[in-house]
């Protein structure tokens, strides 16, 4: 039984840092990639970050590149992306997935989604 439960969310302000958790059961990084997604209100949900240890590496979408960074701490089987430099237009609502294999950036890719942690900055 696979489960995700992300953390971590919350109200911040413009250029505060935040740091998100998504705590894992049933899955193996290893085996399993692992990526956020975010889906603010009236949009899609887009691709944030991904990490596949089988291939060794990790991808960023453009508006997370310097800013964001995800990793794990495989003790925990515990995911983390940790923003900083938030904007207003990182609100959303932030989603730890994984699925079998390698990462892609196609949502629809993945087989476990978390609930989503709210995380809202204010101006």
């Known amino acids: 039984q696979v489960r995700l439960v992300e953390s971590g969310g919350g109200l911040v302000q413009t250029g505060d840092s935040l740091r998100l958790s998504c705590l894992a059961s049933?899955?193996?990084?290893?085996?399993?990639?692992m990526a956020w997604f975010r889906q603010a209100p009236g949009k899609e949900r887009e691709f944030v970050s991904s990490?596949?240890?089988?291939?060794?590496?990790?991808d960023y979408a453009w508006f997370a590149e310097g800013r964001f960074t995800a990793y794990t701490d495989n003790a925990k089987n515990t995911v983390y992306l940790q923003m900083s430099s938030l904007r207003p237009n990182d609100t959303a609502v932030y989603y730890c997935?994984?699925?079998?294999?390698?990462?892609?950036?196609?949502?629809?890719?993945?087989?476990?989604w978390g609930q989503g942690t709210q995380v809202t900055v204010s101006s």
């Open positions: 049933g899955v193996t990084f290893n085996t399993h990639a």
């Open positions: 990490i596949s240890m089988a291939s060794d590496r990790a």
């Open positions: 997935a994984s699925r079998p294999g390698l990462s892609y950036f196609s949502a629809s890719r993945y087989r476990y």
